[in-house]
């Protein structure tokens, strides 16, 4: 992991092919942000769902 996003918001913003793969620590709101063709690693991607307060083992 190279990118550490701890802290960093993201609101209302255009990610469309963002390259998250290689990030960590960000909390992103799929709904209030466009991420159509947006890249994110699989041991990452539960910051995607950080809203729903879901548990994933």
């Not at 209302?12 to 709904?31: C, G, R, V």
């Amino acid at each position: 992991m190279n990118s550490d996003l701890f802290g960093a918001v993201f609101q209302n913003t255009n990610l469309t092919k963002a390259d998250f793969s290689s990030a960590q620590n960000y909390i992103i709101d799929p709904e209030n942000n466009k991420l159509k063709g947006a890249k994110f690693s699989l041991d990452q991607v539960s910051g995607l769902l950080n809203k729903y307060q879901i548990i994933i083992d």
